[in-house]
């Protein structure tokens, strides 16, 4: 519903004369005829998915990507290599960068996706006094033109779109809309792109455009948008990027599978790892046959993390040693904390084991379970020598189990409580079984029955 106002009060909030001699009126109402406007063809930096003279919106979940993918957008424009009306053409890049710190994140990603760091320009606003402050569109329009004549550039990206409103009571109607369309103005009178990244609410959905976190009616004002979602049962991974508006290009264009993967970065305090975009061809899927898939989404700590993690070790063979499944996780913008607590079992997502590679080797995080071959041995304290010695499937009970009375096979208990980890997922505290086998309350239950 329109907000209620007489055209004196809406003039008011625009800074608009409404009374006073005719001749003091700032403006007037005139016509043009259509046969005095010229004809223009549409132009697009990146071929149909990201025209110039607009602005174009990308949203997704939370660790998607979104932002290693307008890095790698304005990497390929720094050095003339994307497909359009550009290409062949180095072209300058502004890049507002509001979530990752540059020196440790976005410098380090833009060196990863093989940018021309002499045409990346990192844009920010600066107060009369010389200090750094966040860039506002209501208030640095001006300032962000100047910039962009300035330097040339062909692209401006705003990472993310929201920090450039601050303060803004955005669910109000038209509120979105003063803030984008002077920006679009502002895109189309320099015939640059503006690439602002978004995120989808948490709340989730079915259709994107209405995912977008801070008001519905960004879908309503933009021309052009892009969605990224998580493909929950890619094997190898991957993600899709789908057109989800457009008044410009074609229908029915192609969306594109991608990857994040893990790049290191030589710095001079040594390597750095980081995430790098990585295009893989197009797909008939599209971003709204996953966004409601689970896994997909950001959720509770969990579903996006555990989607990741079970594919990289899918990808990976099924087992990796933890240092570099953090290594990768950290590149993909977990926290090792966050991957620790992805291995627990959620959903559709079975419970990632830690267990021994090999006799003499170390540990892994793997989709497997640990398994005794038939007749292998090793010493226990307290055991015979050469004895065989209890699979962990007999140490542990089957949900048949009466867990409440061990069978007349399985080892006596012994219920000492230790800090040493979990033979399996290497979580403390754990308890200690006549076999020497060790184990958390997770993985083995029946151990903590008389703390239950």
């Known amino acids: ?79 003339g290599r994307l497909p359009g009306d550009v290409h062949g053409q180095p072209a300058p890049v502004l890049y507002l960068g509001t979530e990752d710190s540059w020196s440790y994140t976005l410098a380090p990603r833009f060196v990863a996706a093989g940018a021309d760091l002499d045409r990346v320009h990192r844009l920010y606003a600066e107060t009369v006094e010389g200090q750094e402050a966040m860039i506002s569109l209501a208030v640095d329009l001006d300032e962000l033109r100047a910039e962009m004549i300035a330097t040339g550039a062909r692209l401006v990206v705003l990472d993310a779109l929201l920090s450039t409103m601050t303060g803004a009571d955005l669910v109000k109607q038209g509120v979105v809309r003063r803030y984008l369309e002077p920006l679009t103005r502002l895109a189309q009178d320099l015939n640059i792109a503006v690439v602002g990244v978004a995120h989808f609410r948490k709340a989730g959905g079915t259709e994107p455009l209405q995912m977008i976190s801070g008001s519905a009616e960004f879908g309503q004002v933009v021309r052009s948008a892009i969605g990224f979602a998580r493909d929950a049962e890619a094997e190898d991974g991957s993600c899709v990027m789908s057109i989800i508006k457009t008044n410009i290009a074609p229908q029915g264009l192609p969306s594109l599978r991608y990857r994040i993967d893990a790049a290191t970065v030589d710095t001079p305090d040594g390597p750095t790892d980081v995430g790098r975009f990585v295009p893989l061809g197009e797909t008939d899927q599209h971003v709204r046959d996953f966004i409601d898939q689970p896994g997909t989404g950001d959720g509770d700590d969990g579903e996006d993390i555990r989607g990741w993690l079970h594919s990289y070790l899918a990808r990976q063979g099924g087992a990796v040693e933890p240092e570099e499944v953090i290594k990768a996780g950290r590149a993909a913008g977990y926290s090792p904390d966050q991957l620790k607590r992805a291995k627990k079992p959620k959903g559709t997502y079975p419970k990632v084991h830690s267990r021994k590679a090999g006799m003499d080797d170390g540990w892994v995080w793997s989709l497997e ?81 008389d703390t239950a």
């Not at 292998?376 to 065989?388: I, M, W, Y």
Request: glycine share 8%.
């Open 1 to 79: 519903m329109i907000e209620q106002g007489s055209a004196e009060q809406w003039a008011d909030r625009d800074g608009i004369v409404h009374d006073g001699p005719e001749g003091d009126r700032p403006r007037r109402v005139r016509s043009q005829r259509v046969s005095e406007i010229p004809l223009k063809r549409r132009t697009f930096l990146w071929e149909n998915r990201v025209p110039l003279g607009e602005v174009t919106v990308w949203a997704g979940h939370a660790g998607i990507g979104k932002s290693q993918a307008a890095v790698w957008l304005a990497a390929e424009v720094s050095r």
């Open 369 to 449: 379970p640990s398994t005794e071959d038939e007749g292998s041995t090793k010493e226990v304290k307290g055991a015979t020598p050469g004895a065989p010695l209890p699979s962990h499937s007999s140490a542990l009970p089957s949900s048949s189990t009466d867990q409440s009375h061990p069978s007349p096979a399985a080892p006596q208990l012994t219920l000492v409580t230790g800090e040493q980890p979990c033979d399996r997922c290497r979580d403390t505290p754990t308890r200690v079984d006549n076999a020497g086998n060790r184990y958390c309350r997770t993985c083995a239950p029946h151990l903590w029955q």
